[in-house]
């Protein structure tokens, strides 16, 4: 059973910065694409950032540009930092994976496997 495991959200004033990590028991962590996804209240679900199977591509989303990375290891962890939290960041982050490397980074309808979320919450 694949299971994603999202951790390191909380509340935090604008301008700090958090770590999100997704552990998952996938049983080839590396054969999958991982990504970020986030839903605020009211609003539909985004991408925010993507990263290949191999690391060598990445998508990163325009309302977070300059602010955010993400990385892999190759066990099974894969992290978000995000650095000058604004506002409307506050979301519900949700840690993603696919088998299928036949759509764009950011297609979310594309991902086969979610984590339960973990909510972000900045305040100004």
Not at 10 to 21: E, N, W, Y
Not at 90 to 104: L, Q
Request: charged share 20%; hydrophobic share 30%.
């Amino acid at each position: 059973q694949v299971q994603l495991v999202e951790s390191g959200g909380g509340s935090v004033q604008a301008g700090g910065s958090l770590r999100l990590s997704c552990t998952a028991s996938l049983r080839t962590f590396s054969v999958y694409d991982m990504g970020w996804f986030r839903q605020a209240p009211g609003k539909e679900r985004e991408a925010v950032a993507a990263i290949s199977r191999s690391g060598h591509n990445t998508y990163t989303a325009d309302s977070v540009k300059g602010r955010i990375g993400i990385s892999r290891d190759y066990a099974n962890t894969l992290y978000l930092e995000i650095n000058s939290l604004k506002p409307e960041d506050t979301a519900v982050y949700y840690c993603a994976a696919r088998d299928s490397p036949d759509y764009s980074l950011n297609d979310g309808a594309s991902y086969n496997y979610w984590g339960q979320g973990t909510q972000v919450t900045v305040s100004s």
